[in-house]
């Protein structure tokens, strides 16, 4: 599939209908995340792949966007390796976890694996449900799974705003 046609044809799936993603496709969707760019090659991305009922079950207690998925990606990045930016200001672990988020959100799409990437949850909650280290912070979750019948992207979804609003050329 043409890149352009798979960015445009994905949407942020809102009910799955519970059949499971193989493990040899979630495999390559995780391998995506890895090969994603990172600042100075940190690669401070931190996986938790939640399948089990217990770990769905946690996610259900912080977050009310599952969907039915049957894998939920718990993206976080570790605080201790992220890069700080000239200045000591700002630092690039969140901007890290995001792309290897979106490596994954479209090699799944690339798959034929829905997904809805969820940022609706209290990250604190989160992190100690789930008991992850004090010296990560959660970023997203990422719900993955195939969509059910009657699936299908919200109505503001194909909605975008004219290239001329958003990009500049200086």
């Not at 044809?9 to 995780?30: H, M, T």
């Not at 100075?40 to 946690?58: C, F, T, W």
């Not at 890290?96 to 940022?119: E, K, P, Q």
Request: proline share 5%; with cysteine; glycine share 8%.
């Amino acid at each position: 599939m043409d890149f352009l046609q798979l960015v445009k044809d994905r949407y942020s799936c809102k009910k799955f209908n519970g059949e499971p993603v193989a493990q040899e496709v979630l495999d390559q969707i995780l391998e995506a995340g890895r090969l994603a760019p990172t600042a100075k090659n940190l690669q401070e991305q931190r996986i938790y792949v939640l399948q089990s009922p217990g770990a769905l079950a946690k996610m259900d207690k912080v977050c009310p966007c599952r969907y039915g998925a049957t894998t939920v990606l718990a993206i976080a990045y570790d605080k201790s390796e992220q890069f700080t930016l000239p200045g000591g200001k700002y630092t690039t672990g969140a901007e890290d976890a995001a792309i290897v988020a979106t490596h994954m959100m479209l090699a799944a799409a690339s798959l034929g694996v829905d997904s809805c990437w969820i940022n609706y949850y209290n990250p604190e909650e989160a992190m100690v449900e789930l008991g992850l280290p004090d010296h990560e912070d959660l970023l997203l979750f990422l719900d993955l799974g195939y969509k059910a019948e009657g699936a299908e992207p919200l109505p503001n979804h194909g909605k975008r705003k004219n290239i001329g609003e958003t990009v500049k050329y200086l």
